[in-house]
């Protein structure tokens, strides 16, 4: 049982490139979630996704783009990359149901943008 | 809408003494309580929940948090140190009718001294 993985783990961009990271779910949750990591700013979020083909904004949603076309999988979009963006990026994905609300994280993707 | 402050971005502790993490949260509505670990390089690791059950939650490597309504807090304890517990730690608070989306603190590094 893989839980929750995210590819790639690191990548450094240039201004202005573009790229997605992807993460994969094989508990069939329907929640699932992208947060940045920052220095003293613990984890805010990005996108969010209540189920297949549904997408909604976070705290921190400028900048990037997401998409849920299959319920495994929820992929993170960077148009235009800024130094902004330098950061740890993680995927969660949510168990739901009565007393049940544990997050799953994945591994992270440490992105530099130069 | 909801929030978390964690009072403290650094605790150092001796080995074998109390640890005491501070977390006070705000919302509008019954929390759901969390605290995760998260050890250099890798993603967060659940270390108990609050879900409306026990005010009292023990959780998983000897931790326990008190959940006081009065107070806004869920601030975690560990009565006696180990090395392997240096990590950071975040506290965070979901609301199911916010898509049970988790709000975190700023985050405690925690520093164990021999």
């Known amino acids: 049982n893989a839980g929750v993985t995210q590819t790639p783990k690191f990548r450094v961009l240039k201004t202005g490139q573009s790229m997605t990271l992807l993460c994969a779910q094989d508990?069939?949750?329907?929640?699932m979630y992208w947060y940045r990591q920052d220095p003293g700013m613990g984890l805010r979020l990005i996108h969010y996704?209540?189920?297949?083909?549904?997408?909604a904004k976070g705290e921190v949603p400028d900048g990037y783009n997401v998409s849920r076309l299959k319920k495994q999988n929820f992929l993170l979009g960077l148009e235009s990359a800024a130094p902004s963006q330098t950061s740890v990026y993680f995927c969660?994905?949510?168990?739901?149901?009565?007393?049940?609300?544990?997050?799953?994280f994945g591994q992270g993707t440490r992105l530099t943008v130069v | 809408a909801q929030s978390v402050t964690q009072l403290g971005s650094h605790v150092s502790v001796s080995e074998g003494a109390l640890v005491l993490l501070r977390c006070n949260y705000s919302?509008?509505?019954?929390?759901?309580l969390f605290w995760y670990v998260q050890y250099p390089n890798q993603g967060l690791q659940l270390l108990l929940k609050?879900?409306?059950?026990?005010?009292l939650v023990k959780g998983i490597n000897g931790f326990e948090a008190e959940f006081k309504k009065s107070e806004t807090s869920f601030h975690l304890t560990k009565p006696s140190a180990h090395m392997s517990d240096a990590a950071e730690y975040f506290c965070?608070?979901?609301?199911?009718?916010?898509?049970?989306?988790?709000?975190f603190g700023g985050g405690t590094r925690v520093l164990v001294k021999p």
């Open positions: 969660a994905s949510v168990k739901t149901g009565t007393l049940n609300l544990e997050a799953f």
């Open positions: 508990m069939n949750h329907e929640y």
């Open positions: 996704s209540v189920g297949e083909g549904t997408t």
């Open positions: 919302s509008s509505v019954p929390p759901y």
């Open positions: 609050y879900t409306s059950a026990a005010t």
């Open positions: 965070a608070v979901s609301e199911y009718a916010a898509g049970n989306k988790l709000t």
